[in-house]
């Protein structure tokens, strides 16, 4: 794997304090600019797995919103079924649950 912290580590080492606070420009420059480009990638990619979490609590939310609702009609079912006479196929679905 490529480790650029672990490389500008060891090269800040090598180098003398002097050389250090004066880089040629053109390297510090191309370096720079890939840093930004990276952090660039970092953070959309963290947008996108934010959008995709949030994205994933609102259907969490509909989907409970609909489990509740689909509960309310099966007791209302349930009611039904019990104010007339109770079906076997009811029934037998109560016990697979």
């Known amino acids: ?3 650029p912290n672990i ?3 060891s090269l800040q080492m090598k180098q ?15 370096v720079r600019k890939f840093e ?4 660039k990638v970092v953070a959309i990619q ?7 979490q949030v994205d994933l609590e609102a ?4 989907n409970e919103k609909q489990l509740v609702l689909l509960d309310q009609r099966l007791e209302e ?6 104010s007339q006479k109770s079906l076997p196929s009811s029934q037998q679905e109560d016990q697979q649950r």
């Open 1 to 3: 794997g490529y480790y």
């Open 16 to 30: 003398p304090s002097s050389e250090k606070s004066v880089p040629s420009c053109s390297s510090s420059t191309k």
């Open 59 to 62: 259907q969490k939310i509909e």
């Open 36 to 39: 930004l480009e990276r952090r």
């Open 7 to 9: 490389s500008k580590f």
């Open 46 to 52: 963290e947008l996108e797995l934010r959008k995709r």
């Open 77 to 82: 079912a349930k009611l039904d079924d019990g």
